[in-house]
């Protein structure tokens, strides 16, 4: 496939984000949410917050429970022996999140309060 | 107006390249359709819209997999590339090259185009506007059959450009200009992705087939879905034949309605224009515009 493998590519145009130092709030529902999925795994599984671009108002909110990520670039917030990990990249994205947990039949989970935010979609699950 | 020879023009053309494991996945959840299973090869228009759902860029995809190439217009690189850019997840592989300069985008236009193609070792018949086909170190797709000329395209290393145009030329192909070429794609309701269409709403541009309303959230999605389901499509966009150039921009006919000009362009002696206007407006008669104190004169293709 010649037509992109040709010397006129450029390198990687990389993405400019400014890191701050992360505080956020997490409730005392959602701790008790979050110890409860991350289980007798607190010792090795961490929960990662982080931003992707996407969604009905630019970036998407992702929430995993990984294996603790041997990737640098990682601010660590420790929630009562639970470990939160959000990346440098998404520091100024997230920096005074507030999440809390609801737990309704409708509407239900995990929710995100964010400063940074001018807009939200309805769902929750966007922001920009 | 159609073509009495066959063509080729090389229209400018600025080049994205979005390469990893995850590339598909970080570009389609900005675009307003859904890529996710596109196959290698897979030709297609996608465009990515702002929260107010107007276009920030519109790209011609050149799928391979793992690496898609994104072909534009040079006044929406700095956009498409800072969002593209951004917000690439901490667990995805995914990186933004630009490829500009690197690729030629030729168009080959013109009642004898499938015949040269033939002579110089392509086999039309094989083509379509949704899959490109390689052709040695270049893609070829077919855009436009019509009972009079056919349209083609293809992205050709810049170093192999000259090369393929002498070729096409020694087999009886004129050069032709970039106007010409964008005007007779636009007459067959092609709207190159030369043509800037920044700011505009896609459903004002006819551009219903780039929009997935079933695809879930993307930037712009909650207006275009507003705008579908209130019956608010007010706008489409037509291509109108003139003797004089029309200023890109708002105008105004002699009876007040009021039209947008995002393109217009010679061809053989006569302007093509597109324009866009008010679903309803009668396009069945001459439409009389004021532009600059006089009065042009224009009639709908």
């Not at chain 2, 590339?23 to 299973?37: F, K, P």
């Not at chain 2, 879930?216 to 004089?244: L, V």
């Amino acid at each position: 496939m010649s037509l992109i493998n040709g010397t006129g590519f450029s390198l990687p145009i990389a993405s400019v984000s400014e890191r701050v130092e992360v505080n956020i709030e997490v409730s005392p529902a959602a701790k008790t949410a979050v110890k409860s999925a991350i289980g007798d795994q607190s010792s090795s599984h961490v929960l990662i917050i982080s931003a992707k671009a996407g969604g009905c108002s630019g970036y998407l909110y992702d929430m995993v429970i990984v294996e603790r990520p041997n990737e640098e670039g990682f601010q660590e917030i420790d929630v009562d022996g639970v470990t939160i990990l959000i990346h440098d990249n998404d520091s100024s994205l997230l920096n005074g999140l507030k999440l809390d947990y609801k737990d309704s039949l409708m509407g239900g989970g995990f929710h995100m309060e964010n400063p940074n935010a001018d807009r939200a979609c309805g769902c929750g699950q966007s922001f920009g | 107006m159609f073509p009495a020879v066959t063509r080729v023009a090389q229209i400018p053309t600025s080049i994205t390249l979005v390469s990893g494991k995850n590339a598909r996945d970080h570009l389609n959840r900005m675009l307003t359709t859904d890529i996710s299973n596109d196959s290698i090869f897979t030709r297609r228009v996608s465009i990515i819209c702002n929260l107010n759902g107007r276009i920030t860029s519109r790209h011609l995809h050149a799928d391979y997999g793992s690496q898609i190439l994104l072909m534009h217009n040079e006044t929406e690189s700095v956009s498409l590339r800072n969002n593209l850019t951004m917000g690439i997840p901490w667990n995805e592989e995914c990186q933004i090259s630009s490829g500009d300069g690197a690729i030629a985008r030729l168009v080959i236009y013109g009642p004898d185009s499938s015949d040269i193609l033939d002579s110089i070792g392509i086999d039309p018949a094989d083509l379509t506007s949704e899959m490109w086909v390689e052709f040695e170190d270049s893609m070829i797709s077919k855009i436009h059959e019509g009972t009079d000329f056919c349209i083609f395209e293809m992205l050709v290393p810049v170093e192999k450009t000259s090369e393929l145009q002498k070729s096409l030329e020694s087999h009886g192909a004129e050069f032709g200009s970039i106007d010409s070429v964008i005007a007779i794609q636009a007459i067959s309701g092609i709207l190159d992705i030369a043509i800037e269409t920044e700011g505009k709403i896609p459903f004002d541009l006819g551009l219903h087939n780039v929009v997935d309303l079933k695809k879930g959230c993307y930037p712009g999605q909650e207006i275009h879905a507003r705008m579908e389901s209130r019956d608010a499509i007010n706008k489409t966009t037509s291509i109108f034949i003139s003797k004089q150039q029309l200023p890109l921009g708002k105008l105004q006919t002699v009876t007040n309605q009021k039209l947008e000009v995002i393109c217009s362009k010679n061809l053989d002696g006569n302007w093509i224009n597109v324009i866009i206007h008010q679903k309803g407006m009668n396009l069945s008669k001459e439409i009389s515009i004021i532009s600059n104190e006089n009065i042009i004169s224009i009639r709908s293709v």
